[in-house]
């Protein structure tokens, strides 16, 4: 059972390049999550989706797009990589919101942007 | 802005002995979760304690929730060197069910 799974693991990117970083599932859950993660941060969400179809503003949203064209995928997409997007991103998944449901994480995408 | 904060920043302790966390949250919540991670890896699920309840343990954890001081501790008993990981607390607010937050971290060492 993999679980939730990321790639690509690791990126390096020139400041002003594009790219997307895929999430994927295979547990059905409804809700994914994107996360980035700085030194003495802690987590802090970037956008959301409650189901095939939609997506969310959290709390760090600038900068970044996201899609949920199928129930198992979430993409994050950077249009325009900028230095202060350099973090580890963190894609995790749900089965909904309710109380008490674990989310589930990945391992982890580094990304660089110099 | 986050809604917890842990304390310590930074742990360390000799295999054997426990290890205690805090965590301080500022709004109501439903639940408060507390999360490990092991360097370079994505985080784990450890414990939950809902807003009704004040203690919890799960075999070596024990987690206690103040809802009037608004704070979280996690205690780690008999620490083992696997255990040394950062452990994060995390709540989903009243207000906003679907957004996790999570405060910025503890680094557990456990010297063997």
């Known amino acids: 059972n993999a679980g939730v799974t990321q790639t690509p693991k690791f990126r390096v990117l020139k400041t002003g390049q594009s790219m997307t970083l895929l999430c994927a599932q295979d547990?059905?859950?409804?809700?994914m999550y994107w996360y980035r993660q700085d030194p003495g941060m802690g987590l802090r969400l970037i956008h959301y989706?409650?189901?095939?179809?939609?997506?969310a503003k959290g709390e760090v949203p600038d900068g970044y797009n996201v899609s949920r064209l199928k129930k198992q995928n979430f993409l994050l997409g950077l249009e325009s990589a900028a230095p202060s997007q350099t973090s580890v991103y963190f894609c995790?998944?749900?089965?909904?919101?309710?109380?008490?449901?674990?989310?589930?994480f990945g391992e982890g995408s580094w990304l660089t942007v110099v | 802005s986050q809604q917890g904060e842990e304390d310590p920043q930074a742990l360390s302790i000799q295999e054997g002995e426990n290890a205690t966390m805090n965590c301080s949250y500022k709004?109501?919540?439903?639940?408060l979760q507390w999360y490990r991670q092991n360097s370079g890896r994505g985080l784990v699920h450890l414990i939950l304690i809902r807003s009704n309840e004040r203690e919890k343990h799960s075999g070596r954890l024990r987690v206690t929730l103040d809802t009037s001081k608004k704070s979280s501790s996690l205690l780690i008993t008999a620490s083992r060197a696997a255990d040394t990981a950062s452990y994060f607390c995390a709540s989903i607010s009243s207000g906003s069910a679907r957004q996790l937050t999570f405060g910025s971290g503890t680094q557990l060492t456990v010297l063997p």
């Open positions: 995790a998944s749900s089965i909904d919101s309710r109380s008490g449901n674990t989310i589930y």
């Open positions: 989706s409650v189901g095939e179809g939609t997506t």
């Open positions: 709004t109501s919540i439903n639940n």
């Open positions: 547990m059905n859950h409804e809700y």
